[in-house]
Nanobody, 130 residues
Framework: QVQLVESGGGLVQPGGSLMLSCAAPGFSFKGFAMGWFRQTPGKEREGFACVTSAEGDANVVYYANSMKDRFFISKDDYNKVLYLWVKDLQVEDTDIYYC????????????????????WGQGTQVTVSS
């Protein structure tokens, strides 16, 4: 069983930045897609930043077009941590943020679809407010 634990959420002022972490103790990222999703209650979960290794050994990064200038995903394979750094936070970024991993890597074309992912963290709340 893969366990993913997010941390780093909280209250941030508009224009601020934060770093979310997703720890996966005992789990090797190699060969798995990893992604960040967010969800507003009552709405569908949205994938916006994902790392896929379906194209051989090279990691390919997917960003939703509306988010690629402010959201940055990275992973530390050795320490088994997935990161999301966000700058210039906006009120509309208020959401619950989840990390997830897909055992059957969906590749770039499928990276943003929640149904492709098998394991999920519990989520961390990010609230952007003055």
């Amino acid at each position: 069983q893969v366990q993913l634990v997010e941390s780093g959420g909280g209250l941030v002022q508009p224009g601020g930045s934060l770093m979310l972490s997703c720890a996966a103790p005992g789990f090797s990222f190699k060969g798995f897609a990893m992604g960040w999703f967010r969800q507003t209650p009552g709405k569908e979960r949205e994938g916006f930043a994902c790392v896929t290794s379906a194209e051989g050994d090279a990691n390919v990064v997917y960003y939703a077009n509306s988010m690629k200038d402010r959201f940055f995903i990275s992973k530390d394979d050795y320490n088994k941590v997935l990161y999301l750094w966000v700058k210039d936070l906006q009120v509309e970024d208020t959401d619950i943020y989840y990390c997830a991993t897909a055992a059957d890597d969906p590749g770039y074309s499928g990276a943003s679809y929640p149904k492709e992912y098998d394991y999920w963290g519990q989520g961390t709340q990010v609230t952007v407010s003055s």
